[in-house]
Nanobody, 125 residues
């Protein structure tokens, strides 16, 4: 049984930083691509970032470019999202997801087969 568990969310002031983690169990983590998505209240879930199986190829949504960094540690079965220069509009529930197409960094949600339960990020003063 595949499980994805996010952590690291919380309340942060504008301009601050947070690092989200997503630990995967029940699957050969190093064989698959991973992604982060987010859903703000009253809005659709949007693509944030994705990383291929090796970590050498990444892809970012427009809102994340220049501020967020996705990375992975295959030895720890964990993918990370470092978020800097946070803005109130970054407030959302952040989800990690597993894509069984190992080589891709897709932004297309149907490509992701397994999802975590989400972690809340609130950016507010």
């Amino acid at each position: 049984q595949v499980q994805l568990v996010e952590s690291g969310g919380g309340l942060v002031q504008p301009g601050g930083s947070l690092k989200l983690s997503c630990q995967v169990s029940g699957h050969t983590f190093s064989s698959y691509a991973m992604g982060w998505f987010r859903q703000a209240p009253g809005k659709e879930r949007d693509f944030v970032a994705a990383i291929n199986w090796s970590g050498r190829v990444t892809n970012y949504g427009d809102s994340a470019k220049g501020r967020f960094t996705i990375s992975r540690d295959n030895a720890k079965n964990t993918v990370y999202l470092q978020m800097n220069s946070l803005k109130p509009e970054d407030t959302a529930v952040y989800y990690c997801a597993l894509n069984k197409l190992y080589y891709t960094t897709s932004s297309h949600q149907p490509d992701y087969e397994y999802w975590g339960q989400g972690t809340q990020v609130t950016v507010s003063s």
